[in-house]
Nanobody, 123 residues
C-alpha cells in the first residue's frame, strides 16, 4: 500500500503560481511513477503531468506545457507540481497518483490516489 496526501492548493489570481506537493508513505515511493491529474466540476479526470520513478522522464499535457513543472524527491518521498502562469481554466481538484508500471495518461492504470487538493484561479 502507498498512501498519498496532496497539499498546496488554494485560491490564486490568474497569472499567479502554486506548488502542489504529494507526500507518500507506505511502500517504497521510488518504485512508482507519479502522475498528476485534475478534475474540474462536471468533467472527467484529465492527465496533467507525469514523472518516471527515476525522475529522468517527464510528460505533460499540451495545455500545461511550458507552465507546469513536475518533479520528485525520492529521499523525501514527495512529488511536486509547480504551476506558473495559472489560468482560470486550470481551476480543478488536483490529484496525485502512483503507478507501479509507468507513467500513463489513463487514470485506470494508477494503483494509488490521494484525496485531492482544490486549485481555484480567479480571472
Amino acid at each position: 500500500q502507498v498512501q498519498l496526501v496532496e497539499s498546496g492548493g488554494g485560491l490564486v489570481q490568474a497569472g499567479g503560481s502554486l506548488r502542489l506537493s504529494c507526500a507518500a508513505s507506505g511502500r517504497t515511493f521510488r518504485n512508482y511513477a507519479i502522475g498528476w491529474f485534475r478534475q474540474a466540476s462536471g468533467k472527467e479526470r484529465d492527465f496533467v503531468a507525469g514523472i518516471s520513478w527515476s525522475g529522468y522522464n517527464t510528460y505533460y499535457a499540451d495545455s500545461v506545457k511550458g507552465r507546469f513543472t513536475i518533479s520528485r524527491d525520492n529521499a523525501k518521498n514527495t512529488g511536486y507540481l509547480q504551476m506558473n502562469s495559472l489560468k482560470a481554466e486550470d481551476t480543478a481538484v488536483y490529484y496525485c497518483a502512483a503507478s507501479a508500471v509507468a507513467v500513463t495518461t489513463d487514470p485506470s492504470e494508477y494503483d494509488y490516489w490521494g484525496q485531492g487538493t482544490q486549485v481555484t484561479v480567479s480571472s
